[in-house]
């Protein structure tokens, strides 16, 4: 067998692994979320809310599981989403939180940074995070998060991303070996879960072409200093946000085709939590007779479904109703491939299942 090959069976292995984990827990979620229904003790509550964390905290871990994996890994994922600079990283800050409670967090923003901007975010959480939990696994009590904006051109914003702790076990040359190439593969090391994020970090990192430089501040504290780049979110953009457009969004009614119950359920729940409804087919047949273009805003398909599927029925969609309609495939695993496979079908996009 070459190599190809056997690196081909490694990843359809890895894709059905992360499947079948995937489907147990958004059944574990969905139990979950049916309790949540029903009263409950206050200690009753309490286990629910730990399952609920342990269930979410592995779900992060299975999404950085499938993204190591996934050779079309595009650093041009994503990069049109908007996000909000001083919540993104409050929100990192959160859960390495959670994760490392006894610690001390600190995050330092410079003023120049724009407070919305245009990037990749998903990219740099997954960069940093891995990083940072190396580094809080290894004595650090303190972790603080510097951005400073080094440079602007136009709209793009050069930005220095620093990691500062204190007390950490490490050294400069035992740094720059964990987050280089020469590294033997963390995968196969004691601590799986955190070396997980470290690889995607690694991968990340390189496809990035970026070298962490590390300096050494005192005996005890380091600084590790990554970079990115940012686009200013546009203010001709963020005028399209008026007051008419966001009642748009918040009056959504959208048409679930999904044939599994419990995904079902979880979606119905999803979607109401935003405050939106829904409509639910069980197939492709059933969606035929029940969409609407005058009422649904958005389909959600999955695609394998008993009687017809959700390319088929996504054909007949548009030849009857045109391409006004978003249509977004829903995936039961992260190796779905570029979003273009399902554009040629006459899909939009695509999301993974909840």
Known sequence: MSESESHNNLLLSAQKLEREIRRSLNTFQGYIHALEEDAMTDKQRS??????????????????FG?????DLNLNDGDSSIFKTKETFEGL?????????HASFKLKIDPKIQGRNRGNSSHVMDMIYGIAVLLLQHQSSQLTINLKLSQLIENNQFIDISLETDHCSFNETDL????GETFEDPLYSNSFVSSLSLELSRKLLKMKGIEPKIEVLDHDKLRIVLYDQWTSYSETIASRD????????????????????????????????FGWTCDIANDGIEALEMFDSSTHNCVLMDIEMPRMNGYECTKE???????STPIIALSAHTYAGNSDTFTTKGLTDYLINP
């Not at 993204?67 to 050779?71: C, E, L, M, Q, S």
């Not at 800050?93 to 409670?101: K, W």
């Not at 966001?246 to 079902?264: M, P, S, T």
């Open 47 to 64: 286990f629910v809310h730990k399952l609920e964390y342990e269930s979410d905290r592995m779900t992060r871990k299975l999404s950085v």
């Open 67 to 71: 993204k190591i994996f996934n050779d």
């Open 93 to 101: 800050i959160s859960m390495l939180r959670v994760d490392f409670p």
């Open 176 to 179: 720059t070996t964990y987050l």
């Open 242 to 273: 008026t007051p008419s457009a966001r009642n748009k969004i918040d009056k959504l009614h959208i048409l679930i085709v999904e044939d599994d119950k419990l995904n079902q359920l979880v979606t119905d729940m999803m979607i109401k939590n």
């Open 317 to 323: 969609l548009r030849k009857r109703y045109g391409n």
